[in-house]
């Protein structure tokens, strides 16, 4: 039985979210956004019968047994927790960080029954679902490089908000970059265990941002991880390189490629190709019927794409039980888990740490929550600097 | 007129050069090979009327006033330097060390009337030639962002020798990485400044090189590089990210990118596109009417179009004056001098120095030759550790 949804947010994903939901049977019961026009607009538009700022109202809804999260990363660690201690169900989008990405560890660890995942939809991708099962079936050999790149336009709101403040979880590292780092992981099996990253800012001004305000978070990134894992097959020893550059406006280029002994897997977009040492090229291993020209504004067509295999294995999981909140395990089995939003938010902050030392950076994933004081203590250190 | 042209080497380059230089109107009038046996093999393919294994025999030949020299990296500068000194004009390939290299800046600066070149074909590629006007023109705006990728397959040669050999200035970095250096500097009018690199060698033993020898030269390499310099529309403050990957077979990838805050100018092979920010879509600003499927074995095509293109500017240089061996600076103006290669050697060595302490490293260009003995002192202290 599929359960009734709770959407948070009114931004694209979010609004892309909602007819991917219903495509699959799933009922949309209640929306919330930053502010009542906001969500009175949005539900009004895609016909959500119940809309609110407040976000105990959705939360404590009793039609919603599952709730989406897709809202500025600053809010979505006390959301996320909050749901969970009501007994919801939650996919949702990464944290703030990474004290933000513990709770919400904590908080997963708790209530074991409940789903919890960080959607990254890039791990439903058909694409990459294949390429990490050719990898396990040792198409490349021995695996030696991941060499991944996105370009695009910028990432900016249209208005100030938090997409140019580095501290609230805005620029390319953390938006794109994460979802990489997240996805490098799952098909290696291994996760990076130093780092080192270069972030700049090219643009800090724009003619929506303007006046005494300027642009923290980074339009362009470059960092490479260090793989760590056990035994043979795994991404042990693996150099990755991560390229991100989102001054590139006409552009989008989102290309994953990995190179081992034997081959080399390649995902353009949504296509996967593959070539081994020896054969006669390029062959492409899966191809993408729906086409180009797809593109929906604002969200990459590798992440509406991925998206909509997210959905599919969410009703999947929800369709065969009884209970309204009770689900099966095999069908998101290749999710997110909140452990891995943590170590993602580790590996993103690493970088930044790089970025400011100039320095390989150690990934060390939090195991218990710092001291708020000597937190509140290093930002002032940081700041005097 | 036309000076005689004696060349050194039997590798694909040499066996490249020597119908390009014919083409133009020089004549070829001798050959040195490492062995009389392949300087003979080569000498009778091609029909060159000389040939030896003895490099005086070249350099003392009364008809050859043009020496170009296409050999092993630490050969180089003996042969280049010693060719000055007879009053020869010079074109050849870089160096083995950055000491190498400043012992052919002395001699170089010694003969400032005969010609004196890195023959870093790239340069003279008309794409190259085109992005250098575009952007001196302002094409892209305020330069941000050059990325640069080659991807092919081994360099390895057959057989065991200075290409398997990182100290004798085999591998991706010291054999491409080095064209690019100077590719980027040339087209940015800016030096590096501080780079951050990764080596990495994947294939230590292959088919032909077995039991106790060992590939030490990488086949992976990748290196950041932050631009120095002075002005605006200097390459000041821009970072450079080159990726060079030599295990891929059956792949070519020659593409360099560089993203500026009003577009952007990509070549890619030997053809040059550009995107202007807020343009239709990318154009293609040079085409290669020579089409592709030209590839030569081990030649890549935009060094094998630049080193024809280089060839016309020697002719050029040469042909107008009475002298064998005087010649024009203008058609030569943007070949690498040995003082760029002495840059080049400088910016490599910092890059394997990186490599090894995990640090930013930064470029300082020798101003003196080091105390011979300082030198054997270090490397006995890197060998020990």
Redesign the interface.
Same mark, same amino acid.
């Given at each position: 039985m599929l359960p009734g949804v709770g959407v948070f947010g009114t931004g694209s994903t979010a609004r892309m979210l909602v007819p991917l939901l219903r495509g699959e049977g799933f009922e949309v019961r209640a929306l919330w956004g930053r502010s009542e026009e906001e969500a009175r607009s949005l539900a009004q538009e895609l016909g959500i019968p119940f809309h609110t700022s407040q976000s105990d109202d959705v939360l404590l809804h009793p039609d919603v047994d599952l709730v989406c999260i897709y809202i500025s990363p600053p809010l979505t660690r006390q959301i996320a927790v909050k749901a969970l201690g009501i007994g919801k169900n939650v996919v949702c989008e990464k944290a703030a960080t990474a004290v933000d990405a513990f709770k919400m560890v904590t908080a997963a660890r708790y209530y074991p029954q409940l789903l919890s995942i960080v959607g990254n939809a890039l791990r439903f991708l058909p694409a990459f679902v294949a390429m990490r099962q050719l990898l396990a079936e040792g198409y490349v050999g021995e695996l !030696?490089?991941c060499?991944a790149r996105v370009y695009g336009p910028s990432l900016l709101d249209q208005s100030y908000g938090w997409t140019c403040e580095e501290l609230m979880g805005g620029g390319g590292l953390h938006t794109v970059g994460s979802t990489l780092v997240d996805l490098l992981s799952h098909l290696m099996g291994a996760r990076a265990i130093r780092v080192?990253g270069?972030l700049?800012t090219?643009?800090r001004q724009n003619g929506a941002i303007r006046g005494i305000r300027r642009v923290t978070s980074d339009d362009?990134c470059?960092f !490479?991880m260090l793989m760590g894992g056990s035994g043979p097959g795994t991404g042990s020893g693996v150099?990755c390189?991560v390229?991100l550059?989102f001054?590139?406006?006409?552009?989008f280029v989102h290309e994953v490629m990995v190179?081992g002994?034997a081959g080399?897997l390649i995902a353009r977009g949504t296509e996967l190709y593959g !070539?081994r040492?020896?054969?006669n090229?390029?062959e492409l291993l899966l191809g993408d019927s729906e086409g180009t020209g797809q593109e929906v504004k604002d969200v990459p067509l590798p992440h509406l794409r991925g998206l909509g295999s997210m959905v599919k294995a969410l009703k999947d999981a929800f369709q065969a039980q009884e209970e309204r909140r009770s689900w099966a395990r095999g069908p998101v089995a290749m999710a997110s888990t909140f452990e891995d939003g943590l170590y993602v938010q580790t590996v993103v902050e690493a970088v930044k740490r790089s970025s400011r030392s100039?320095?390989?950076e150690s990934v060390e994933v939090m195991t218990q929550e710092p001291d708020p004081n000597q937190n509140l203590c290093e930002a002032l250190q940081r700041n005097k600097n």
């Open positions: !030696q490089v060499d080192h270069l700049r090219f643009v362009f470059f !490479q150099c390189t390229t550059n001054n590139m406006p006409g552009a190179v002994s080399r !070539q040492n020896g054969g090229g390029e100039g320095e390989w």
